[in-house]
C-alpha cells in the first residue's frame, strides 16, 4: 500500500496490523511506520542566488609617504538559477533541496568597513573583510578587504573575492585564498604608480553579474576600484549587491588622508513553485513577490530560520 500527502509520501505501507488483530490498520502501525524507514519528507528543488557581504577598501596615507588605497573584493556569488554563471564564470550550479516543513537558517551578510588614515580615523589602514551569506548548509564567502600592510592584516584569510593593494604593494598573493567552490575572482596588486582595484565576480577589477532570479535583470557583486590622486574618501557599494568598497586617494601636498569606502551588504534570494508558503523568522527583513509560477522570497538584513509548507 502506497499513500502520499502535500509533506512526503509513504511507499510500500503495511497491508495488516502488527496488533493481534490480523489485518486491521491501527494507530501502533502508524507510529511505528512514521519511524521506519518507509517515510520519506518531500524534497523540492529550489533557485537560490546568494551573495555575501563585500569588504572594505583600503584607507589612504598622505604626507611624505602617500599612497592610493586599494579596493575591496566583492562578496562570494554563488548562483543556481535557470543557466546564469555563478562567481569567477563558473557553470551554474545544482538547485538546492529543500526539505517541505523542515526550518533552515538565513543570514544576510553585512559589508566590510572602509580602512582608516593616519588622523586617526577608523584605527588602521586595511579594510575590513565582509561577512558570509548563508542559507542552510550553502555559504556565500565573505569580500576580501583593500590590503594595505600584506604582513600585519586584519583582512587575510578564505575569501568570494579578494581585495586590492595599496600603491607600491604589488605583491599580495598570500594575503586571500579564493573560496571553494569558486564564487569570484582575486584582487589586483598596487603597482608604484595607484592601487589595484578588489576582485568582481565576474573578473578581477571589473563588473559583477548579471541575475535575472527575481524576473528582472540586476547586476550585483562589483569589485571596489582603487584610490587616485586628490582628496577624496573611497566610495561606499551599494547595500544588498556585495560590492566592494573603493580604495580611498591620497593628497601628496597635505598630511591629512581619507578613509575607504565600506562594502555592500549581501542579499539571499530563493524562487520556488507557488504552491508553497513561506514562514519567516522575525530576525529577517525579507519581501515575497511572484513571477509567473513561482514565488520570490528576498533577504536584505538579519538572521533567522525559515520554512516552508
Given at each position: 500500500m502506497s499513500k502520499s500527502n502535500e509533506y512526503g509520501y509513504i511507499q510500500d505501507g503495511p497491508t495488516q496490523s502488527s496488533s493481534a488483530n490480523s489485518g486491521v490498520f491501527e494507530v501502533n502501525d502508524i507510529v511505528d511506520l512514521l519511524n521506519s524507514s518507509k517515510f520519506t519528507l518531500q524534497t523540492v528543488p529550489f533557485e537560490v542566488l546568494n551573495i555575501a557581504g563585500g569588504g572594505g577598501g583600503t584607507g589612504a596615507f598622505s604626507g611624505g609617504n602617500a599612497n592610493s588605497g586599494g579596493g575591496g573584493g566583492a562578496g562570494g556569488y554563488r548562483n543556481s538559477y535557470d543557466t546564469e554563471n555563478s562567481g569567477g564564470s563558473t557553470s551554474t550550479e545544482a538547485k538546492i533541496g529543500v526539505v517541505i516543513g523542515q526550518s533552515y537558517t538565513v543570514t544576510v551578510g553585512g559589508g566590510g568597513n572602509g580602512g582608516g588614515n593616519n588622523n586617526g580615523a577608523g584605527g588602521q589602514f586595511d579594510g575590513y573583510n565582509g561577512n558570509d551569506s548563508v542559507f542552510g548548509s550553502h555559504t556565500a564567502t565573505k569580500g576580501g578587504g583593500g590590503v594595505y600592510n600584506t604582513t600585519n592584516t586584519p583582512n587575510g584569510g578564505t575569501v568570494g573575492s579578494g581585495g586590492g593593494g595599496r600603491k607600491k604593494v604589488t605583491d599580495i598573493s598570500g594575503v586571500h585564498?579564493?573560496?571553494?567552490?569558486?564564487?569570484?575572482?582575486?584582487?589586483?596588486?598596487?603597482?608604484?604608480?595607484?592601487?589595484?582595484?578588489?576582485?568582481?565576480?565576474?573578473?578581477?577589477?571589473?563588473?559583477?553579474?548579471?541575475?535575472?532570479?527575481?524576473?528582472?535583470?540586476?547586476?550585483?557583486?562589483?569589485?571596489?576600484?582603487?584610490?587616485s590622486g586628490g582628496t577624496t574618501s573611497g566610495g561606499n557599494a551599494t547595500a544588498n549587491k556585495g560590492g566592494g568598497g573603493q580604495g580611498a586617494?591620497?593628497?601628496?601636498?597635505?598630511?591629512?588622508?581619507?578613509?575607504?569606502?565600506?562594502?555592500?551588504?549581501?542579499?539571499?534570494?530563493?524562487?520556488?513553485?507557488?504552491?508553497?508558503?513561506?514562514?519567516?523568522?522575525?530576525?529577517?527583513?525579507?519581501?515575497?513577490?511572484?513571477?509567473?509560477?513561482?514565488k520570490i522570497t528576498t533577504f536584505t538584513a538579519g538572521s533567522d530560520t525559515v520554512s516552508w509548507a
Amino acid at each position: 500500500m502506497s499513500k502520499s500527502n502535500e509533506y512526503g509520501y509513504i511507499q510500500d505501507g503495511p497491508t495488516q496490523s502488527s496488533s493481534a488483530n490480523s489485518g486491521v490498520f491501527e494507530v501502533n502501525d502508524i507510529v511505528d511506520l512514521l519511524n521506519s524507514s518507509k517515510f520519506t519528507l518531500q524534497t523540492v528543488p529550489f533557485e537560490v542566488l546568494n551573495i555575501a557581504g563585500g569588504g572594505g577598501g583600503t584607507g589612504a596615507f598622505s604626507g611624505g609617504n602617500a599612497n592610493s588605497g586599494g579596493g575591496g573584493g566583492a562578496g562570494g556569488y554563488r548562483n543556481s538559477y535557470d543557466t546564469e554563471n555563478s562567481g569567477g564564470s563558473t557553470s551554474t550550479e545544482a538547485k538546492i533541496g529543500v526539505v517541505i516543513g523542515q526550518s533552515y537558517t538565513v543570514t544576510v551578510g553585512g559589508g566590510g568597513n572602509g580602512g582608516g588614515n593616519n588622523n586617526g580615523a577608523g584605527g588602521q589602514f586595511d579594510g575590513y573583510n565582509g561577512n558570509d551569506s548563508v542559507f542552510g548548509s550553502h555559504t556565500a564567502t565573505k569580500g576580501g578587504g583593500g590590503v594595505y600592510n600584506t604582513t600585519n592584516t586584519p583582512n587575510g584569510g578564505t575569501v568570494g573575492s579578494g581585495g586590492g593593494g595599496r600603491k607600491k604593494v604589488t605583491d599580495i598573493s598570500g594575503v586571500h585564498t579564493l573560496a571553494t567552490p569558486t564564487q569570484g575572482t582575486a584582487g589586483n596588486p598596487g603597482t608604484n604608480s595607484s592601487g589595484g582595484s578588489g576582485g568582481g565576480a565576474n573578473n578581477s577589477g571589473g563588473s559583477g553579474l548579471s541575475s535575472s532570479i527575481t524576473g528582472a535583470a540586476v547586476t550585483r557583486g562589483s569589485s571596489g576600484g582603487a584610490g587616485s590622486g586628490g582628496t577624496t574618501s573611497g566610495g561606499n557599494a551599494t547595500a544588498n549587491k556585495g560590492g566592494g568598497g573603493q580604495g580611498a586617494s591620497y593628497n601628496s601636498n597635505a598630511y591629512g588622508s581619507r578613509t575607504g569606502g565600506n562594502g555592500g551588504s549581501g542579499i539571499v534570494i530563493i524562487r520556488y513553485p507557488n504552491i508553497y508558503t513561506i514562514t519567516v523568522g522575525s530576525g529577517l527583513t525579507s519581501s515575497t513577490t511572484t513571477d509567473g509560477d513561482d514565488k520570490i522570497t528576498t533577504f536584505t538584513a538579519g538572521s533567522d530560520t525559515v520554512s516552508w509548507a
